[in-house]
């Protein structure tokens, strides 16, 4: 079992910057694939970033550039930098662990954090 807990969120005028994290209990994290997602209001809940078990990373188009996805796997730590921030960035984020080597789809995180606001103001 794995438990995620997301901070960081919080309030932020376009242009600036947020680090989300997510601590993750569990003594396999550094075999876990990681994600953030984030699901605005009356949308559904949508990709922004991933990092495989290796270090690798995948971005949703419209953060490439300005989002960071790294993972610190002594802290048991995922980490979201999110620069530049637009009006449409804002969110409630979301952490996601899987228990698979590959993960292709949303429906194969296994394991979800309670959420971080972000909203970021014109």
């Known amino acids: 079992q794995v438990q995620l807990v997301e901070s960081g969120g919080g309030l932020m005028q376009a242009g600036g910057s947020l680090r989300l994290s997510c601590a993750a209990s569990?003594?396999?994290?550094?075999?876990?694939?990681m994600g953030w997602f984030r699901q605005a209001p009356g949308k559904e809940r949508d990709f922004v970033a991933g990092?495989?078990?290796?270090?690798?990373?995948y971005y949703k188009d419209s953060v490439k550039g300005r989002f960071t996805i790294s993972r610190d796997n002594v802290k048991n730590t995922v980490y979201l930098e999110m620069n530049s921030l637009k009006p449409e960035d804002t969110a409630v984020y979301y952490c996601?662990?899987?228990?698979?080597?590959?993960?292709?789809?949303?429906?194969?995180?296994?394991?979800w954090g309670q959420g971080t606001q972000v909203t970021v103001s014109s």
């Open positions: 996601a662990a899987s228990e698979l080597s590959v993960v292709s789809t949303i429906h194969e995180y296994e394991y």
């Open positions: 990092i495989s078990s290796s270090g690798t990373t």
């Open positions: 569990g003594r396999t994290f550094s075999s876990y694939p």
